[in-house]
Nanobody
Framework: QVQLVESGGGLVQAGGSLRLSCAASGSIGSINAMGWYRRAPGKQRDLVAV???????NYGDSVKGRFTISRDNAKNTVHLQMNSLNPEDTAVYYC?????????WGQGTQVTVSS
């Protein structure tokens, strides 16, 4: 069984910063990538950022230059540093774990950016 524990969401004013973390545990197998996705009200879930086991990263267009994803392979943990937040970043953020056995998702953490 795979567990993903997310932390770091909350309420922040526009222009502020938040840091999300996600720790994976259990029968993980071989990790291909870990990432963050978000779903805003009334919208589909979109990619925020993903990082492979080799360190390659990919970002959604709307967060490039503002968000930074990093990973601690030894601890199976991924972090998302979010700077210059704006109200359009308000969403539920989900941690995603992509392994050789399949993909797994966290329960989500709410990020709310007030104007």
């Amino acid at each position: 069984q795979v567990q993903l524990v997310e932390s770091g969401g909350g309420l922040v004013q526009a222009g502020g910063s938040l840091r999300l973390s996600c720790a994976a545990s259990g029968s993980i197998g071989s990790i291909n990538a870990m990432g963050w996705y978000r779903r805003a009200p009334g919208k589909q879930r979109d990619l925020v950022a993903v990082i492979t086991s080799g360190g390659s990263t990919n970002y959604g267009d709307s967060v490039k230059g503002r968000f930074t994803i990093s990973r601690d392979n030894a601890k199976n943990t991924v972090h998302l540093q979010m700077n210059s937040l704006n109200p359009e970043d308000t969403a539920v953020y989900y941690c995603g774990l992509h392994t050789s056995w399949g993909s797994y998702w966290g329960q989500g953490t709410q990020v709310t950016v007030s104007s």
